[in-house]
């Protein structure tokens, strides 16, 4: 059973559009949810995260927005560049207990110039 | 500099044969994690440490067995009771509830 359903699987955006991935999650327990980026061949790297006290945060132009009531949360990438061309994976987990991160399947952006 | 280091980057396993895959992090962490990952599937969580001699299975821990003898390594061995080994393996450590770190990855092909 899948704890973080993500949508779509894959994103084609012209370059300076907006890229959008949406992240749904049933475990209200969670309290944190990061997202993570991967080129080809290498490991995931954190790219933002957020805990559920807050509705929206943004870094440069990465943002999270989080909906607590509906359990979703999203990504949402302004000005997409072609360098943003990767694989972006959401995740959540709970503070307390074992701290397992539970992933998404992964959504698949391709950036064209 | 610090950070979590898996070794081989590319390995091969003929059939029936066990392969162990390295992960070493220098960063402290007591938890450190394994992951399989497949095209269309993300990452599947096969065991996890959260201290030094104690770890729990995950989601695809068959076929798998993991060592946590010192905290700043968790090997994986990939066993001939694995009939699907063929996949991308990410390692990864965290403090407590705070960022993963992952390694770089380890393919491993069955020839």
């Known amino acids: 059973q899948q704890q973080v359903k993500q949508s779509p699987q894959s994103l084609i955006v012209q370059k300076g559009g907006i890229s959008i991935i949406n992240c749904a999650y049933e475990?209200?327990?969670?309290?944190?949810f990061p997202w993570y980026q991967q080129f080809p061949g290498k490991g995931p790297a954190l790219l933002i995260a957020i805990r559920p006290d807050v509705s929206e945060k943004k870094e440069g132009r990465f943002t999270i927005s989080f909906n607590k009531s509906a359990k979703q949360f999203s990504l949402h990438i302004m000005d997409s560049q072609p360098g943003d061309s990767a694989t972006y994976f959401c995740?959540?987990?709970?503070?307390?207990?074992?701290?397992?991160?539970?992933f998404g399947t992964g959504t698949r952006l391709t950036v064209i110039p | 500099d610090g950070g979590i280091t898996q070794s081989p980057k590319y390995l091969f396993r003929k059939e029936g044969q066990n392969v162990t895959l390295s992960c070493e992090q220098n960063l402290n962490h007591d938890a450190m994690y394994w992951y399989r990952q497949d095209p269309g599937q993300g990452l599947r969580l096969i065991y996890y440490s959260q201290i030094v001699n104690d770890f729990q299975k995950g989601d695809i821990a068959e076929g798998y067995s993991v060592s946590r003898e010192k905290k700043e390594s968790f090997p994986l061995t990939v066993t001939s009771a694995q009939k699907n080994p063929t996949a991308f393996y990410l390692c990864a450590s965290r403090f407590w509830d705070t960022e993963a770190f992952f390694g770089q990855g380890t393919r491993l092909t069955v020839v």
């Open positions: 475990n209200t327990a969670f309290d944190y």
């Open positions: 995740a959540a987990s709970v503070q307390t207990g074992a701290n397992n991160l539970f």
